[in-house]
Nanobody, 124 residues
């Protein structure tokens, strides 16, 4: 079992930056791939980024590539999402999620563990 708690969301102007954190409980954090997903009002949840348990494999959605950076600190049981050059279309609730294994990382339905989400609002 893994429990996830996101933090770091807020209101920022376009072009600004935010850093989201996701703190995980449990001693097996280092064995899980960690993903970030987001859901905007009236839209389906979408993949944002994922990092493998070792940090060696990282993937981003095309919409955030070059602006967002995912990282993890296994000693602190925490995964981060650094978001730069934010745009109004990045406005959403951001969720971190955990899964074991090395396949289907982009598919949210394959993640068994989810945080409660943190709101990110980017004003124009």
């Amino acid at each position: 079992q893994v429990q996830l708690v996101e933090s770091g969301g807020g209101l920022v102007q376009a072009g600004g930056s935010l850093r989201l954190s996701c703190a995980a409980s449990g001693r097996t954090f280092s064995t899980y791939a960690m993903g970030w997903f987001r859901q905007a009002p009236g839209k389906e949840r979408e993949f944002v980024a994922v990092i493998s348990w070792s940090g060696d494999n990282i993937y981003y959605a095309n919409s955030v590539k070059g602006r967002f950076t995912i990282s993890r600190d296994n000693a602190k049981n925490t995964v981060y999402l650094q978001m730069n050059s934010l745009k109004p279309e990045d406005t959403a609730v951001y969720y971190c999620a955990a899964k074991y294994g090395s396949s289907s990382w982009l598919r949210g339905e394959t993640y068994p563990y989810w945080g409660q989400g943190t709101q990110v609002t980017v004003s124009s």
